[in-house]
Structure formats: structure tokens, C-alpha cells
């Protein structure tokens, strides 16, 4: 797409962030960013289905780059270290040296209900993707879609403290940190019926 | 509300459900639903903000006896215990016994995307009841957030196997079979950095 309008896409998304800010998400229109961007509004549509696509574009770019890596895994890891290895290369290409743009990102999501809920259905799409490459893998198609949901919690929880940090902890440390957190929290299960249950 | 048209609400959830199954959801229409139940638009507004809402109306109500259910808990439960306290006094009040009702509301929600976001944005809510909860007994925000959300991620894998069983296997039970699995899956993560990040 880039022989259409070179550098459109980028200057698009730049241009949304800075409006969203000044003005905020709902108070600002697509003929708007699209005159910052110095295209027609016909561009903005061939690169964006809505004005609330742009802030999600990279995400489906970043999600083909995670399925990507998945497939690249090598054989006899486990399930939880076979995420960890897609969900690593994915933080290292999609995020890594873009921190200050993404605490303005998620401060604009937060903002905004419609917002979230695309974000939430972007999420899913990601525990899709992880999903059926456990699938794939051979597991039970309801354990990979909860050990997916855990993992992609788990990195939304480290990028959440990640854009919060100014030290040089990873992503991938602070997504380990959060998953071994929660398997010490599973830790009573066995015994986690509630008395209610056993009258 | 019951006092301006008795029984208006049920009725109301009743006939959506079946025009949504005869007709599909996209092509039923308030007035139709409202027709149906023998109610003016109006009516239906006032219990309902939109269509979609008609389909998870009594979730609403459903969120607020976890929420009670959860106030209710005995102390000195450990973490996991304690939302499973809930989510086991949740299943059998709001769930048990409606396992028909159920499995057409599943079929009906899966078959739209808008239905499926709402879907989405309603076990959002339920996520941050059970997080608000831990977090009132102490636990940190993030690591509260996690496990609320494999709670309900279990609570819901859960709910769509008990839909397609006949036997007598509780929610409960499939619940902390599919935490219990999470758990076994999550165990070899202290290893589980990717070698790419060794280099």
C-alpha cells in the first residue's frame, strides 16, 4: 500500500495520537486527522475501517508477527515456555523502544468505552492466535484457550507495569512474574471447594 | 419495575430468544420483540437499553449476587477458595436448572459479532468484581486482575462444556478441573524463557 501515499499510514496514526490528546478521542473527527496527515479522507479509509481502527493498526500487524513466531518455535518445548517463546519475540518487535508511545495509547483506550471494547476484541483475537497454536500443538481445544487467556493476560498485566517503569526490566520478565503469581495463587485449588458445596 | 407490567420482563427475554432463533438475531427488531410480549417499545426500553441487552439482562442481576455471594465469604479462605466460594454459589443460583436456556443463549451470541463483543465486555465486569474483591482482602491490583480473570475464564469454559453434557457434573466441578489443568500447564514456566533470550 505504501506506492499509494508514502509514509500516509504512519503519518495517520502520528496525527490520530496528537489529536486524541489535544482535543480527546470522541471531540475528534476523521476529516480532522486526515488534514494533519495532509491526505484526503479516502486515504484514511484505505488504511483504516474507523476512526478507532487507528490506534489498533499495528495490533493486527503485530499479530501476524506473533503467529509468525509461534510457527517458528522449535519442537519439545512446553506449552506455557512454546507462548513464552511467541509472546518474547513478539514484545521484543512490537514494543520494545516504543514505550512512551504506548503509555499514550493505553491512557486514550482507557478513556474511551467504545474504545476498550475494541481493545478487548483485539485481545481475543490474540488468545485466538496462541490458541490454536497449542491447538496445533495437540491440546484440548478448552485448556489452550484458557492457558492462552492466562498468557495474554499476563503480558497485558506486564505491559500495563512496563509503560509505568523507567527502569530496563522486560517485558518478558515481567510476563513470567505474573504467570508464576498466579500458578502460586492456583495453589490451594485441590482443596477449594467452598464448604457450601460439600453440604 | 415489576409494578408497571407484571411479568413485561420475562416475557420480554422470552420472546427474544425465540424470534432471535426463528428469525436470527440481525433481522429481529425491538418492535418485534416488544409485539411479541404483548409490550409498547417503551416498555421494552425501560427494562432493556438496546437489543443485544435483552440477551444479557439477567447478567446483570446475575453480577450482583456474586457480588454478594463474595461480601458472604468466611474469612481466612485462600484466594483462589474465596472466588471459587463465589463462583460456585453463582453457578448454582443463576445457572442450575437452566441449562436449555443456556445453550440457545450461547448459539444465539456466538452467531454475532456485536453479540460477542457485548459478550466480551460483560465478563469484563464480572473480571473486575472478582478483582475488586481480592483487592479488598489485600491482594495486589495486577496480580488480583490475573487470577479474576482465569477464574472466569475457567468459570466460562466450564459453562460451555456443562452445556453440551447431559450428565450430572456440577459447574463447580468442570470450574476446578480447568483451573487445575491452568495450573499444570503453568508449571514449567520458571524455565520457560525462550533460549533466544539467553543470547
Same mark, same amino acid.
Not at 471531540?27 to 488504511?47: D, K, L, M
Not at 483504516?48 to 510457527?71: I, M
Not at 488468545?127 to 503480558?155: K, N, S, V, W
Given at each position: 500500500? &505504501? ?11 502520528? $496525527?490520530?495520537?496528537?489529536?486524541? =490528546? ?6 475528534? %473527527? @476523521? ?5 494533519? &496527515? *495532509?491526505?484526503?479522507?479516502? %486515504? ?31 519442537? *519439545? +518445548? ?30 486514550? @483506550?482507557? $478513556?474511551? =468505552?467504545? +474504545?476498550?471494547?475494541?481493545?478487548? $476484541? ?10 490454536? &497454536? ?10 489452550? =484457550? ?16 512496563? @509503560? =509505568?517503569?523507567?527502569?530496563?526490566? *522486560?517485558?518478558?520478565?515481567? %510476563?513470567?512474574?505474573?504467570? %508464576? &503469581? ?5 495453589? *490451594?485449588?485441590?482443596?477449594?471447594? $467452598? ?5
Amino acid at each position: 500500500m &505504501a506506492r499509494w501515499e508514502p509514509g500516509a499510514r504512519e503519518r495517520l496514526i502520528r $496525527s490520530a495520537l496528537e489529536l486524541f =490528546q489535544e482535543r480527546g478521542f470522541a471531540e475528534t %473527527t @476523521v476529516p480532522e486527522i486526515a488534514a494533519r &496527515a *495532509g491526505v484526503t479522507n479516502r %486515504t484514511f479509509f484505505r488504511y483504516f475501517g474507523d476512526k478507532r481502527e487507528v490506534l489498533f493498526g499495528n495490533e493486527d500487524q503485530a499479530a501476524a508477527k506473533l503467529r509468525a513466531a509461534l510457527a517458528k518455535a522449535p519442537a *519439545g +518445548l512446553g506449552a506455557a515456555d512454546f507462548l513464552l517463546w511467541g509472546l518474547e519475540l513478539y514484545a521484543r518487535e512490537y514494543l520494545d523502544g516504543h514505550r512512551d508511545e504506548f503509555r499514550v495509547l493505553r491512557r486514550i @483506550v482507557e $478513556s474511551d =468505552q467504545s +474504545l476498550m471494547e475494541r481493545s478487548l $476484541s483485539k485481545r481475543r483475537a490474540q488468545c485466538t492466535i496462541l490458541g490454536d &497454536a497449542l491447538r496445533e500443538r495437540g491440546m484440548r481445544p478448552a485448556r489452550a =484457550q484458557l492457558l492462552a487467556e492466562a498468557a495474554i493476560g499476563a503480558l497485558s498485566i506486564a505491559i500495563g507495569d512496563w @509503560v =509505568q517503569r523507567d527502569d530496563e526490566t *522486560g517485558i518478558d520478565t515481567l %510476563t513470567i512474574e505474573a504467570l %508464576t &503469581a498466579l500458578r502460586a495463587d492456583l495453589g *490451594g485449588i485441590a482443596a477449594a471447594r $467452598s464448604p457450601a458445596a460439600r453440604r
